[in-house]
């Protein structure tokens, strides 16, 4: 009977072990450092994953952060919409997106936060003003962008962010350490969607799980959500309540610890609908009048939605 109790303790002992190292990570290190160059987007698996690129030779500009797994097709409406209003747009293809799984596997979140933010640097002083936008993933980066720039010469002047995850609560969290440390990926391949409706089956990325790529992203989040009352400069977010890939707490958490001199938090409410209510810019039943509300805030409108 002892026997049976050591083995119990010590079963459940190793348990309670490996719960702590996927959900505190100890001892976790990004697994990438080097440098990343701009994707061969000749290797891009569809037009769609393209860069997209809006110089009209205006002295304000956007800079459009898209999510992961996805690609800057996703921007496809605001980019259009936003040249209207005065602004180039910028949106550019991460490394490891658009191409091909196997180049996600080998690339980690501070690899892409440096590439977004070396090209950040490229084009802040070509603009009297530049506004920093980011969708899921690429919310985190901006919010990352606005924290290191916040009291430099190279400062934005305004922050968006769209369904932007800060922190990650998904009981996947109990074993996606474990996974990534098996396999860096799961499952994967290149996608449309479509079979959803409202702009959602023009989704375009990467199907699959990326464990190991996004265990880096995870880490991240703990020190970008800490520095998020470092944040002054204008700041809008949105996120629909009902998101089913990153929750609708992301939205309150960031309300809460933001202390920007102008915030606006808008919480959408679509209903059922056939997708996830997270890729907001794609939808149409909401992207006219989302995109004209973010304008209208950046130019100091506060009757935005």
């Not at 009977?1 to 490996?18: D, G, N, S, Y």
């Not at 658009?98 to 892409?112: A, I, M, R, S, V």
């Amino acid at each position: 009977m002892r026997t049976k109790h050591k083995v119990l303790l010590i079963t459940l002992l190793f348990f309670v072990l490996l719960v702590i190292w996927n959900v505190f990570l100890p001892f976790y290190k990004q697994p990438c450092t080097a440098l990343l160059p701009a994707p061969d987007e000749t290797r891009c698996f569809s037009p769609k994953c393209h860069s997209i690129i809006k110089n009209n030779g205006n002295r304000q500009a956007i800079l459009m952060i898209h999510g992961f797994p996805s690609c800057p097709y996703l921007y496809t409406y605001f980019a259009d919409y936003f040249p209207n209003e005065g602004y180039d747009v910028y949106v550019p293809l991460l490394p490891g997106f658009g191409t091909d799984p196997k180049d996600l596997e080998n690339t980690c979140f501070n690899q892409w936060y440096e590439y977004v933010r070396r090209y950040y640097l490229e084009l802040r002083p070509k603009y009297d003003r530049i506004i920093l936008m980011g969708h899921s993933m690429g919310g985190a980066i901006a919010l990352k962008l606005a924290e290191e720039f916040q009291d430099t010469a190279n400062r934005p002047d305004a922050l968006v962010t769209i369904s932007a995850i800060v922190d990650y609560r998904n009981f996947s969290r109990l074993f996606v350490r474990t996974l990534a440390v098996i396999k860096p990926s799961y499952w994967t391949g290149t996608q449309n969607h479509q079979d959803k409706t409202d702009g959602q089956e023009e989704w375009t990325g990467y199907s699959g799980i990326f464990p190991r790529a996004g265990l880096s992203l995870i880490a991240a989040l703990p020190a970008i959500k800490r520095e998020i009352p470092t944040i002054k400069i204008p700041f809008y977010a949105v996120q629909d309540k009902g998101d089913k890939t990153v929750s609708f707490s992301n939205l309150k958490t960031i309300e809460k610890l933001q202390r920007s001199d102008r915030f606006r938090a808008i919480e959408l409410d679509m209903g059922k609908r056939d997708h996830t209510r997270h890729n907001l810019p794609m939808y149409r039943s909401v992207q006219k009048e989302l995109a004209s509300s973010i304008s209208l805030f950046l130019s100091g409108d506060n009757a935005c939605l």
